[in-house]
C-alpha cells in the first residue's frame, strides 16, 4: 500500500512563501493523479489542487490560482506544491492524497488521511 509523508510547513509571514513535499513508498505512485488539500480548525477539508499522473495537467481551486503551483516528480515518488504570496486565510493543515482527475470535481480515493504538515501565514 502507498505511504505518503507530507513537509515543508511551517510559520511564514504573509507575502512569503513555502515549498510542501508528499514522499510516497511503494511502486504505484506513477499511476496516480494527486492532490492537495487542506483544512483550518472548524472548517471542510478543500480540495486546492490536483495534478494527473504524467503532470500535463493541473488544477486550482480559484482561492489559490496563481499563487500555488502543484508539480511532481515521479522518479522520486514526490509531488510538490509551491506556495508563493502566502496569506493568513491560507493558514491551515496541508495533506496529499490519490485523486480521480476530473477537473473541480475531483475526489480523493480513499478515506485514509496522513499527518499533514501545518502551515501558519500571520500578517
Known amino acids: 500500500q502507498v505511504q505518503l509523508v507530507e513537509s515543508g510547513g511551517g510559520l511564514v509571514q504573509a507575502g512569503g512563501a513555502l515549498r510542501l513535499s508528499c514522499a510516497a513508498s511503494g511502486s504505484t505512485f506513477s499511476t496516480f493523479a494527486m492532490g492537495w488539500f487542506r483544512q483550518a480548525p472548524g472548517k471542510e477539508r478543500e480540495f486546492v489542487a490536483g495534478i494527473t499522473s504524467s503532470g500535463s495537467r493541473t488544477y486550482y481551486a480559484d482561492s489559490v490560482k496563481g499563487r500555488f503551483t502543484i508539480s511532481r516528480d515521479n522518479a522520486k515518488n514526490t509531488v510538490y506544491l509551491q506556495m508563493n504570496s502566502l496569506k493568513p486565510e491560507d493558514t491551515a493543515v496541508y495533506s496529499c492524497?490519490?485523486?480521480?482527475?476530473?477537473?473541480?470535481?475531483?475526489?480523493?480515493?480513499?478515506?485514509?488521511w496522513g499527518q499533514g504538515t501545518q502551515v501558519t501565514v500571520s500578517s
Open positions: 492524497k490519490p485523486i480521480y482527475y476530473s477537473g473541480s470535481y475531483s475526489m480523493p480515493i480513499g478515506d485514509n
